[in-house]
């Protein structure tokens, strides 16, 4: 049995770069595509928020943020005040911030396995920087549908949270002093790299696949645009229209295989398992949430999408000025990940 499934793993793997060499012109289109994004979309809107949250949990400094909000967790959320910071973190910063703080926590002993791997079913949504400004202004021309999407996902966590918890006792946090690590902006830069190479990498290699299934007319058989289901930047793709607003909010509380691919990258032993189920509920939460505050709210678009910037022309590679900084910062992070940690000038 072992034998057999090598085999089909290997037959997979063969099947796949040849289909990589026969279709490169479709996976070439995409990778450019994808790269595009992930300059001007994804790393603008996670990389200073990954340095932040790494520093607020290294300095340990979200035990003051948090008691403003201690009412709150104990009484509703019935959540230790100390950890109410990565729901926090996890809801405002983007996918992986979440999922990266509690595998920390883990690591570092000061939460259990199952308490990361509970709370990565709340601590799970995208930022305001794409869903607002990528979502809502590219898409629809309006700040206003991006906030309800955003605030949509958030009380769909919410929910789940307050149910998660009143459900099973959340633990507190556990101090250990001698176990603090030190504060470096130096060592959480670099942290921040090796996750933000990876986010992209992990993007670059689902680009590869959409286009080999493009090349190949996959999608020409499917009625409905399943791409943000793979990758969800393909949310902006899709047809624009008021009744579709509901079904985007409902794969950006998804996210896509792809963002689940990258949380397993930077997996330090916390299961997915838990996370994977919550997403049931929580993408027919936030579709609910989302009709009904788009109803209350009324709102009103204009429909005059960016298709320039859906194609990939917020980046010129052939515009000297425009890719000299993007390669620039590439080799800067490659820098600050093969530096090693000891610092060279001490003795």
């Known amino acids: 049995m072992t034998k057999l499934k090598n085999y089909i793993i290997y037959i997979c793997i063969l099947i796949f770069g040849i289909l990589l060499i026969v279709m490169s ?47 709150i967790s104990r009484y509703v959320f019935k959540m230790d005040s100390n950890l ?25 002993g000061k939460i259990s396995k199952f308490t990361a791997e509970l709370m990565s079913c709340y601590c799970y949504a995208s930022g305001p920087s794409f869903v607002v400004g990528l979502v809502g202004v590219t898409m629809f021309s309006s700040q206003a549908i991006g906030f309800i999407i955003f605030f949509a996902n958030f009380l769909s966590n919410c929910v789940i949270a307050i149910f998660l918890n009143h459900l099973v006792e959340m633990p507190k946090i556990q101090d250990r002093a001698s176990a603090k690590p030190k504060v470096s902006i130096v060592d959480s830069v670099q942290n921040a790299s090796k996750s933000m190479f990876m986010i992209c990498a992990m993007i670059l290699l689902f680009a ?56 397993k ?37 204009q429909v005059n999408a960016a298709q320039t910037y859906i194609n990939g022309k917020v980046i010129d590679f052939t515009n000297a000025k425009s890719y000299l900084p993007a390669i620039l910062m590439v080799i800067m992070m490659f820098i600050l990940i093969l530096t090693k940690e000891k610092n060279p000038l001490e003795k």
Do not use: H
Not at 33 to 40: G, I, Q, Y
Not at 49 to 62: A, I
Not at 266 to 290: D, M, N, Q, W
């Open 265 to 301: 990258a930077l997996s330090e032993g916390v299961s997915l398992k838990y996370l994977i189920i919550s997403r049931i509920p929580a993408v027919f939460l936030s579709a609910a949430f989302t009709r009904i505050i788009t109803g209350i709210c009324n709102v009103n678009y």
């Open 208 to 263: 590869s696949i959409i286009g080999i299934l493009k090349g190949l007319n996959v999608f020409e058989f499917i009625k409905f645009n399943i791409l943000p289901l793979l990758e969800i930047t393909n949310v902006i793709d899709m047809y624009i229209s008021y009744d579709i607003i509901p079904i985007i909010s409902a794969f950006i509380s998804f996210g896509g295989v792809c963002v689940l691919f990258q949380l």
């Open 84 to 108: 109410f910071f990565v729901f926090l973190l996890g809801n405002i910063c983007g996918y992986p911030i979440g999922y990266k703080l509690l595998n920390n926590l883990y690591s570092q």
């Open 25 to 71: 012109d479709q996976v070439s289109n995409e990778i450019i595509t994808a790269l595009n994004r992930c300059l001007s979309v994804i790393i603008p809107s996670l990389f200073s928020f990954m340095v932040f949250s790494d520093l607020v949990l290294k300095s340990e400094c979200y035990k003051i943020i948090c008691k403003p909000f201690s009412l």
